[in-house]
Every structure is written in C-alpha cells, then in structure tokens.
C-alpha cells in the first residue's frame, strides 16, 4: 500500500475555550451529524475545551441533552472519558430562536470564544440572523450554516447580505461537508506535489473529467427536504460544483484560506452549461421501484412525504464547460443519484491518445485515465503497458495506491477548521451565489420540463446512455482490486470487467 499524501491540521491543538452553540439542537441534523462530527474531532485531540449548548423549542432538559451529547460524541469515537468531560459541561437552553431576549440570554451563556451553529431551515437561519443583528455579540463570534445557502443567487446574495450585517465574511462558516473530505486536500497535494501530473493538467492532455457521486441509499425518511430540492439542487449545486473548483483552479501558493476562496471564485466565474445548453446537457431521472443488495425500494413517488407531482429528480447529470485558458474544450461531467445500485464516488480524468504510436506495436493503447476514488481514498491509473508475453501487444494495467485516510468524520474536519477560526474549509459567499447562477438554467429548463424526466429502477445503474462505455466500464471494475504491479491475476480481473475502453468524442452529453 502507496500512502500519497495526508491531511495536515493547519492549526496545532489549542486549549482555548469554545462555546458551540446550536440552534436547532433538537433536530436530525445535530443528532446524526454534528455531534458524531464533534465526536471523532475529540477522538483524536481529546484536549480540546467546546462548551456545547443545545438551543431549541423542544422540551428536552439538561440531563437528556448532557446524555444525548455523550452518546453521541462516543458514537463520532470520543473516549467515554473525553465524553464524559464535554458532555458533563453542556447545556440545554429552551428557547424561541426569534426572541431577542432569548437569544441575549443563549449568548450570555456562551463562554470563550463563541461560535453559532445554525442547523436550521434555511428561511428560519435567514430570520434568525435579522435578530442575531440588532445584539452585540462577543468579539471573534463566527457563524456556521448548513446548505442550502439560499435557494437562487438572488436568495442567496440577499442571505449572504443578511449574515454580513451579523458579523464579518471572514466570521462566516458556510460549511459544505464535501471540503472536509480529506481526499480533496489530497486532490490538491497530489496535483501540485507531483512533477508528473502538474503538466498535464490542462486541456492539452485531458480529454474529459467525470465527477460522479452515485449513492446506493435512497430516500431514508428525508422527503421533508429533499423533495423540495433533488439531486441537482441537493449535491451538484453544491458539493461537486465545490469539487470542481478545486480540481480546476489554477496553482495554489499556499494552502490560505483567502488564496483558495480566490482560485475557486476563479473557476466558477469562467464555468457554466456546455454550449449554454441545458436541453441537451442537463439530464434528469427518478428511481422506480426495486432492489439494492435484497433490500426492496419504494418507487420515489410513493415514499412518504412525497408530492409525486412535483417532478423531484433523484438523478442529475450536468455538463459543464471551464471557459478559461486552461480548460477550453474540456466536459466536466457531474453527476449525482440516489438509489442505484453501486455506491460509487469518484473523478475520473480521462486523457488525451498520445499523437503517435510507435509503428509495431499493437493492442490497447487508449483509454488512459485517472481515476480518483472520494471513498474510501484511493488513486488509480489506468495505463498502457507492454503486455507479459507479447510485448509488443499493449494492453492497460490499472495502478492503485490508498490515500490515506482520514483521522475524522468529514463534519470532524469542517468543525474543526470552525473552532480553529480557518477558513480554508468554508464556502465564501461569492462562490455560493455563483454556484446557483451556474446551475440556474438547468433549474429553469427542469421547472418548464424542457427536459424529460426519465425514470430508472432502484439497484440499476441509472438510464442507459447517460455516461460513456468507458465511464460505465470502470464503474464496473473495482480499482482497488488491482495491484501496483499489475499481476497477471490483477489484469485479468480487470480485462474480464471491462470492455475495451475508447473515449467518446463527444462532450458526453
Ligand atoms: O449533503 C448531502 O450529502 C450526502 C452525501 O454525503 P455523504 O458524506 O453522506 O456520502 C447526501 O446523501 C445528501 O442527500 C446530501 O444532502
């Protein structure tokens, strides 16, 4: 196993005091991510001193929160003692978040430093922070937000107003899980660590770039939210534009939160709909029902919450164009689904053929690709090589190596970043307000059904057609089966999933 890269901490533990105090305490986003969040952070620096207070209107008390903070930091990997100290500290507070009075009253709780966790809908975040406004706050108090920020990037410029009337941009934490990925770290040290891959970067070697993020879970009791948003709204919008970003910009100096903020407002300025042309490039479809490893699926019309009418798609395909010097001519494909039949979450960078191939040789020299595994990390080439016997038949051997993995949940690393007061990790208000004037035709031509909602059976791998043969062929060969030596054993495994990999021409509408 090739370890390339690990996730540094920018910051070393410190033992200040941060007060993390959650609105919306009482909800499934603080029970099943936050605090498990929190947990695996205290898993690996137990030091840390968080006062965590618990906001909401439910009617929980101090003891049953203290013991849900526990339960919950234990469930992340805290120890039971590191549990026992934070949650032994934390407080419950019932309380009307629109009420002035209550919310001095939570504030004057705060000890330390003060960091406000809005895990609230967004419109309920949005009036919250117009009362947050008119008090005066602790110096340094920084504000966390969930997506969606905002619900177009004329809601989302007015919310972004909105909190910078609270505190300042460099006080404000929108939070996209997908940073706290550490393969997206890793993305960035493998690009820019390696001699190797820096000069090719560009759309003079790369053909195509795929960015998908297909879930085999689907629904799972969200309907609330998620019908009102789908796929493209819920994950392309957001986290794999976010990806994108960072996979595209141009050369980082240093990893500073406000240079990386700069370079991804960079790409998403220059990035929009391949050929202005969402009719042809935005693909939508809904999961049927089916079957995912034995497990029966509803059909998504028929889970409960579910307006039918409303045309929610739990797939999305987008092609995108970087219109930028580096990137002109290249699709980036992103794509995100639930309910199919393979968990898969890759990039895949697909190059360019080589202009000449030296005349005697034969066999498979096309098709090279990189393929980044999101989950669990792992980087895998696909490569032509001469092959053991005839070594003038070429054919592709696949190159895997772990990155390594990371120390925490991805909420661990995003709340750590928060309670440090980094901003390498968030999402600066420009860049959220043009992720949604990229998408927005898209929107737009779902809303007025210029594009067909197509439909695909829960388990299957999504319409036919979507993606390339050879996407479609290394979604079907499991790149960690194969080896760095590209054994005999490991080849054939591979020859025997996958067809003959050519690329596609096309932008891979
Ligand atoms: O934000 C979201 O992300 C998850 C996928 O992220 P993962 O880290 O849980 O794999 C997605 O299922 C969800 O719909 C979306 O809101």
Same mark, same amino acid.
């Given at each position: 196993m090739l370890t390339l890269m690990t996730t540094k901490p920018t910051t070393k533990p410190t033992v200040k005091t941060v007060t993390f105090l959650i609105l919306?305490?009482?909800?499934?986003?603080?029970?099943?991510?936050?605090?498990?969040? @929190? &947990?695996?952070?205290?898993?690996?620096?137990?030091?840390? *001193?968080?006062?965590?207070?618990? #906001?909401?209107?439910?009617?929980?008390?101090? !003891?049953?929160?203290?013991?849900?903070?526990?339960?919950?930091? =234990?469930?992340?990997?805290?120890?039971?003692?590191t549990a026992r100290k934070v949650s032994g500290k934390a407080r419950?507070?019932?309380?009307?978040?629109?009420?002035?009075?209550?919310?001095?009253?939570?504030?004057?709780?705060? %000890?330390? %430093?003060?960091?406000?966790?809005?895990?609230?809908p967004p419109a309920i975040s949005m =009036?919250?922070?117009?009362?947050?406004? /008119?008090?005066?706050?602790?110096? =340094?108090?920084?504000?966390?937000?969930?997506?969606?920020?905002?619900? *177009?990037?004329?809601?989302?410029?007015?919310?972004?107003?909105?909190?910078?009337?609270?505190?300042? %941009?460099?006080r404000i934490f929108r939070v996209d899980h997908f940073l706290g990925v550490s393969t997206v770290l890793n993305l960035i040290g493998l690009r820019f660590a390696n001699r190797l891959l820096q000069p090719v970067w560009n759309s003079e070697h790369i053909e195509r770039v795929e960015i998908i993020y297909d879930e085999d879970l689907a629904l799972e009791g969200r309907a609330g939210y998620y019908d009102n948003a789908g796929a493209l709204r819920d994950m392309l919008q957001s986290h794999l534009l976010q990806i994108l970003a960072i996979f595209a910009m141009e050369p980082i100096a240093s990893l500073d939160p406000q240079e990386l903020a700069d370079l991804k407002a960079q790409v998403l300025r220059a990035t929009s709909i391949w050929d202005g042309d969402p009719q042809t490039y935005a693909k939508?479809?809904?999961?049927?029902?089916?079957?995912?490893?034995?497990?029966?699926?509803?059909?998504?019309?028929? %889970? /409960?919450?579910?307006?039918?009418?409303r045309g929610t798609e739990t797939l999305a395909q987008l092609t995108v164009q970087v219109a930028n010097n580096r990137w002109s001519g290249v699709p980036f494909v992103l794509r995100s689904g639930k309910a199919l039949g393979a968990a898969r979450k890759q990039i895949i960078v697909y190059f360019r053929d080589v202009p000449?191939?030296?005349?005697?040789?034969?066999?498979?020299?096309?098709?090279?690709? $990189?393929?980044?595994?999101? /989950?669990?990390?792992?980087?895998?080439?696909?490569l032509? $090589?001469?092959?053991?016997? *005839?070594? @003038?038949?070429?054919?592709?051997?696949?190159?895997?190596?772990?990155?390594?993995? #990371?120390?925490m949940t991805a909420y661990g690393e995003v709340l750590r970043?928060?309670?440090?007061?980094?901003?390498?990790?968030?999402?600066?208000?420009?860049?959220?307000?043009?992720?949604? /004037?990229?998408?927005?035709?898209?929107?737009?031509?779902?809303?007025?059904?210029?594009?067909?909602?197509?439909?695909? =059976?829960? &388990?299957?791998?999504?319409?036919?057609?979507w993606l390339s043969a050879d996407s479609v062929a290394i979604g079907a060969t499991d790149t960690g089966a194969s080896d760095l030596t590209g054994s005999r054993g490991a080849r054939d495994k591979t020859k025997a999933a996958r067809p003959v !990999?050519?690329?596609?021409?096309?932008?891979g509408a």
């Open positions: 919306g305490a009482g909800g499934d986003l603080t029970q099943r991510l936050l605090l498990p969040g @929190l &947990g695996s952070l205290l898993a690996v620096e137990p030091e840390r *001193d968080v006062r965590v207070i618990g #906001a909401d209107r439910a009617d929980l008390t101090d !003891a049953s929160f203290r013991s849900l903070v526990g339960d919950r930091l =234990k469930q992340g990997g805290a120890s039971a003692a419950y507070i019932k309380a009307d978040l629109l009420d002035p009075s209550a919310l001095t009253d939570l504030i004057a709780a705060a %000890e330390g %430093e003060l960091v406000i966790y809005f895990a609230l =009036k919250v922070s117009a009362e947050l406004e /008119k008090l005066d706050l602790p110096a =340094k108090t920084r504000l966390g937000l969930e997506k969606p920020f905002g619900s *177009d990037q004329t809601s989302a410029r007015r919310f972004n107003k909105q909190l910078q009337r609270v505190v300042g %941009e460099d939508r479809a809904r999961y049927t029902a089916g079957s995912i490893a034995g497990r029966a699926v509803p059909s998504y019309a028929k %889970e /409960k919450g579910v307006d039918p009418a000449h191939l030296p005349v005697g040789f034969v066999g498979d020299h096309t098709g090279d690709a $990189m393929i980044i595994d999101l /989950k669990p990390g792992r980087v895998s080439f696909k032509s $090589m001469n092959a053991e016997g *005839d070594p @003038l038949d070429l054919e592709q051997k696949t190159l895997t190596a772990e990155l390594a993995n #990371a120390q970043y928060l309670l440090d007061d980094n901003q390498l990790l968030s999402v600066r208000a420009d860049t959220a307000e043009l992720c949604w /004037k990229i998408v927005a035709p898209a929107i737009k031509a779902f809303e007025e059904d210029r594009v067909p909602l197509q439909r695909y =059976k829960a &388990g299957s791998d999504g319409p036919a057609g !990999a050519k690329l596609a021409k096309s932008p």
